[in-house]
């Protein structure tokens, strides 16, 4: 397999999925984030958690600091944890009937 350098990727040890060395974030407010070499850009790609309350968000990362106080994580085929289970909770009261089960995914899909 050829080496980093051989393949045109300089300062990385991550096999990226593109053509090209992407540029490196280090930090990251509201719809922005903040490039290691001194720009800033909009957030286009961030997702649904980002389109809807923005990168840094105070109390979003005061939630996850509570969180990591009381259980950081859980595996869900083994147990589950008390925000996951207000959020099914919340999100099957505000289906208007659609459905009375939620599943949680990591990779955007779900099959049953």
């Excluded at 930090?27 to 309350?53: K, N, P, Q, W």
């Excluded at 099914?88 to 659609?98: D, F, Y």
């Amino acid at each position: 397999m050829a080496s980093a350098s051989a393949q045109g990727r300089k300062d990385t040890a991550i096999l990226h999925r593109t053509p090209w060395t992407p540029p490196v974030a280090k930090g990251s407010e509201g719809i922005y984030i903040e490039l290691e070499d001194g720009r800033s850009i909009i957030d286009a790609m961030g997702g649904a958690a980002v389109t809807c309350i923005g990168n840094s968000h105070p109390q979003v990362i005061q939630a996850i600091k509570d969180q990591l106080d009381k259980v950081s994580y859980v595996y869900n085929m083994q147990l589950s944890n008390e925000p996951a289970e207000e959020l099914a909770k919340n999100l099957v009261a505000n289906s208007k009937g659609a459905f009375d089960l939620v599943g949680f995914t990591s990779g955007g899909t779900m099959e049953v």
